[in-house]
């Protein structure tokens, strides 16, 4: 069991203005310049090396902003054993960084020991819902941290499914004692791609539950939307990032882009955004995390 009762323990909450991805390029700039962003977030996986630069820079940004850490690489959909290995370079980061949020996907990228390069929907059952609560306690009780999941973007929907995604990801949260790192922008992609409403989902999603939110860029092709992460969050976009926050509060928000890197001016413009859409609000949903520590 995890203890999530003790003060002494939690990192500072993650408030006010949005967050942005940290990517290399932008690493002297943000450093010289220190922007007004309220948190960066960082691919857990780059940070899994025992020394070296990339985390001599990633504690240097560790001193002036709170850090999430967001993997892509756990599977913990997979039906393979949880990646020990990986268990244990995350734990080690963590421990080191003490990061105001732990996430992953709640989706798989491999089996048989194959490493697929992409993040692969689940069947939305009842036996693949114990499978991946039990995959995130196992990982929580591992970590001593509590973690959060985030909803992913797809392309296809299995035969088996017979639970809404949203009241499938609500769920896990519920039994497995996680959060959730809602993606309003896969939420778009989702509901366009498989014609559900957006809003629906938003509704089915407990305030409180939603410790983190990502906003970013999609492609339309004329046939689906496909998540790239590449381009600024179209309006209908942002006009349901809005319908979320007046439902969910005021929760920290990232703004995603790994592909076509923007300028430092466009990808801040892209979080004041978010900030001001935050500050019509006058409700604050708190933040679920920080570290926590097995119970004695």
Not at 246 to 267: A, F, K, Y
Request: glycine share 8%.
């Amino acid at each position: 069991m995890i203890d999530k009762q003790n003060p002494d323990v939690m990192t500072p909450p993650i408030v006010g203005n949005a967050g942005i991805g940290l990517r290399a390029p932008h690493y002297q700039a943000i450093l010289a310049e220190k922007p007004d962003v309220g948190f960066l977030e960082v691919h857990s996986e780059n940070f899994f090396s025992d020394g070296g630069q990339p985390l001599k820079y990633l504690h240097a940004f560790r001193e002036r902003y709170p850090i999430s850490l967001h993997g892509v690489g756990l599977s913990l959909g997979s039906a393979d054993e949880i990646n020990i290995a990986h268990l244990q370079k995350l734990k080690r980061l963590a421990d080191a960084i003490e990061p105001t949020l732990i996430s992953e996907h709640l989706c798989w990228v491999g089996v048989g020991g194959r490493f697929l390069n992409d993040l692969l929907p689940l069947p939305y059952t009842a036996e693949s819902l114990r499978h991946v609560v039990s995959r995130i306690e196992q990982v929580q009780d591992y970590l001593g941290r509590r973690i959060s999941v985030e909803n992913v973007s797809s392309y296809l929907e299995f035969v088996d499914s017979n639970i809404p995604e949203w009241a499938f990801v609500q769920e896990v949260a519920d039994r497995a004692d996680c959060g959730i790192l809602l993606d309003v922008n896969n939420i778009y992609v989702n509901a366009i791609n498989h014609a559900f409403d957006a809003k629906k989902y938003i509704d089915a999603i407990t305030p409180g539950s939603v410790t983190e939110i990502h906003l970013a860029g999609f492609q339309d092709t004329g046939e689906i939307l496909i998540d790239t992460h590449g381009a600024t969050v179209s309006d209908p976009v942002w006009a349901l990032y809005e319908y979320a926050v007046s439902r969910l509060g005021s929760v920290p928000t990232l703004i995603e882009w790994d592909t076509n890197l923007p300028t430092r001016d466009v990808l801040l413009g892209e979080a004041k955004h978010a900030d001001a859409i935050m500050k019509k609000q006058t409700r604050f949903t708190p933040y679920l995390s920080g570290k926590d520590v097995h119970a004695a």
